[in-house]
T-cell receptor
Framework: SQQGEEDPQALSIQEGENATMNCSYK?????LQWYRQNSGRGLVHLIL?????REKHSGRLRVTLDTSKKSSSLLITASRAADTASYFC???????????FGAGTRLFVKA | DAGVIQSPRHEVTEMGQEVTLRCKPI?????LFWYRQTMMRGLELLIY????????DSGMPEDRFSAKMPNASFSTLKIQPSEPRDSAVYFC?????????????FGDGTRLSIL
């Protein structure tokens, strides 16, 4: 399968703690995106990182990309109950025409 | 700006019936995607359009599924006849011109239950 594999599948933390989610993949990519999905809603784009970038920040989000290890991580700092959602990585394969979504990590932040 | 609009939000029908799902993409977006999400299979791309033309329908599971995009502001996904295994949440998404490196904007989905 070409899709990204998120790890862990589920994560439960206390409010204020940091949450780290990982995505590993096997194909060559031009970019990698992270999305959030709240219960009963559609996916919402969070951040895109290109293959020539190593790190990107957006507010409390920090994304890293290591193309040599074919892995990415999403760090949410100082988590809030509102961060409770599923988080998906999405691959933009080199030479491909379709974004490929992983199975997601379910994050639960306890107040 | 209005986001991607899908209707209906929920659909419950009996097997064998025709089901039509509707989507209005964001104005100015040239790409439109239909996805299906289930617990077992995750998020699957069914078909996508570029400038109203179907580009890749390899994800459409069977001939019972069909999708059309008659104009830039409307698309339908039709299942005929429907079966219980078609029960899922169906999402429509759109993105801007360059497609693959652009964020996709998702609607809130149609939750379909086939009895």
């Amino acid at each position: 399968s070409q899709q990204g594999e998120e790890d862990p599948q589920a994560l439960s933390i206390q409010e204020g703690e940091n949450a780290t989610m990982n995505c590993s993949y096997k194909t060559s990519i031009n970019n990698l995106q992270w999305y959030r999905q709240n219960s009963g809603r559609g996916l919402v784009h969070l951040i895109l990182i290109r293959s020539n970038e190593r790190e990107k920040h957006s507010g409390r989000l920090r994304v890293t990309l290591d193309t040599s290890k074919k892995s990415s991580s999403l760090l949410i700092t100082a988590s809030r109950a509102a961060d409770t959602a599923s988080y998906f990585c999405a691959l933009g394969p080199t030479g491909g025409f379709k974004t490929i979504f992983g199975a997601g990590t379910r994050l639960f932040v306890k107040a | 700006d209005a986001g991607v609009i899908q209707s209906p939000r929920h659909e419950v029908t009996e097997m064998g019936q025709e089901v039509t799902l509707r989507c209005k993409p964001i104005s100015g977006h040239d790409y439109l995607f239909w996805y299906r999400q289930t617990m077992m299979r995750g998020l699957e791309l069914l078909i996508y359009f570029n400038n109203n033309v179907p580009i890749d329908d390899s994800g459409m599971p069977e001939d019972r599924f069909s999708a059309k995009m008659p104009n830039a502001s409307f698309s339908t996904l039709k299942i005929q006849p429907s079966e219980p295994r078609d029960s899922a949440v169906y999402f429509c998404a759109s993105s801007r011109t360059t497609g693959l490196d652009q964020p996709q904007h998702f609607g809130d989905g149609t939750r379909l239950s086939i009895l």
